[in-house]
């Protein structure tokens, strides 16, 4: 079984400003994967990022940067110069590689003022 | 291409009715899932099918839920005598996942189906 802890329930900042969404797993896999999704106020899960547990690798994709550091578990997302159209809530989900569901967290409702 | 389609995208239902909802995967995925999001459970997977493997049901919140996939395509998730609870949006998502694979697809969601149980 897995958890998700997004501790951040809602974060505002003003456009430009760089903005990181925490996130905390437990899991008992030695595999797994994880991801980010996002979902704007139309309602559809938007896929952001993904990562395996053998690469702590940390890369970068556009504005999107994301911080995965297996010995605490964490797997951060950070938005650089952030733009009103990234408001939105961000989820953040470790997969069970045995039955391939995700496991969401309780989400990170992200405001960007112009 | 297209991507996960959903029908209805909105369903109002009386208490005790059965409801049936609709996915059309993104065409040549073989893995396809059921994810509910209710504002007191949050996102929570319900059953997913791989192909023409057994689907694993192991979310499936109660005997009155079920889901079919037909001909390694459509899936219908039937509600049988909906109540006040089952009220949520249902999503459905669908990757290229090859069974029995150790690969990782992304799951690709389509818009959902909000359910209103009066």
């Known amino acids: 079984a897995q958890k998700v802890t997004q501790a951040q329930t809602e974060i505002s900042v003003v456009e430009k400003e760089d903005v990181t969404l925490d996130c905390v797993y437990e899991?008992?896999?030695?595999?797994?994967?994880l991801f980010w999704y996002k979902q704007p106020p139309s309602g559809e899960l938007v896929f952001l990022i993904r990562r395996n547990s053998f690469d702590e690798q940390n890369e970068i994709s556009g504005r999107y940067s994301w911080n995965f550091q297996k010995s605490t578990s964490s797997f951060n997302f950070t938005i650089t110069a952030s733009q009103v159209v990234d408001s939105a809530v961000y989820f953040c989900?470790?997969?069970?590689?045995?039955?391939?569901?995700?496991?969401f967290g309780s989400g990170t409702r992200l405001q960007v003022q112009p | 291409g297209a991507g996960v389609s959903q029908s209805p995208s909105n369903k109002v239902t009386e208490k005790g009715k059965d409801v049936e909802l609709r996915c059309d995967p993104i065409s040549g995925h073989t893995a396809l899932y059921w994810y509910r999001q209710s504002l007191g459970q949050g996102l929570e997977f319900l059953i997913y099918?791989?192909?023409?493997?057994?689907?694993?049901k192991s979310g499936l919140p109660s005997d009155r839920f079920s889901a079919e996939r037909t001909g390694g395509s459509v899936s219908t998730l039937t509600i049988q005598r909906t109540q006040q609870e089952d009220s949520a949006v249902y999503l459905c998502?669908?990757?290229?996942?090859?069974?029995?694979?150790?690969?990782?697809?992304?799951?690709?969601f389509g818009p959902g189906t909000r359910l209103l149980v009066l």
């Open positions: 998502a669908s990757s290229s996942t090859p069974p029995g694979g150790l690969t990782w697809e992304t799951q690709y």
């Open positions: 989900a470790p997969m069970d590689t045995g039955r391939r569901a995700l496991t």
């Open positions: 899991t008992r896999d030695t595999t797994y994967y």
């Open positions: 099918f791989q192909g023409n493997s057994a689907p694993d």
